[in-house]
Nanobody
Framework: QVHLVESGGGLVQAGGSLRLSCAAS????????TGWFRQAPGKEREFVAA????????TYADSVKGRFTISRDNAKNTVYLQMNSLKPEDTAVYYC?????WGQGTQVTVSS
């Protein structure tokens, strides 16, 4: 079973940027779609973005379209989430998911 590790979270001011990484333990990760999700305090986990194995099919939640970019580097077994123009409402723990496996999450906090 693939093991996922997220990194890149932190504290940033509104309008700033962060890049999250989701690193996988096995190369089989490169053959499956991967998604980013987030969960804010007191709220349910919600979809943010997803990318297929080739990078040719990408989807975004309406709330992040035009601000976030998902990409992958299969040579590094890694999927990225570039987050620009961050807003306080983007504050959440961000998780990646592949083949029903979740990472441990990385905290993103956006101050106003």
């Amino acid at each position: 079973q693939v093991h996922l590790v997220e990194s890149g979270g932190g504290l940033v001011q509104a309008g700033g940027s962060l890049r999250l990484s989701c690193a996988a333990s096995e190369r089989t990760f490169n053959n499956i779609a991967t998604g980013w999700f987030r969960q804010a305090p007191g709220k349910e986990r919600e979809f943010v973005a997803a990318i297929d194995w080739s990078g040719g099919r990408i989807t975004y939640a309406d709330s992040v379209k035009g601000r976030f970019t998902i990409s992958r580097d299969n040579a590094k077994n890694t999927v990225y989430l570039q987050m620009n123009s961050l807003k306080p409402e983007d504050t959440a723990v961000y998780y990646c998911n592949a083949n029903a496996t979740w990472g441990q999450g990385t905290q993103v906090t956006v101050s106003s």
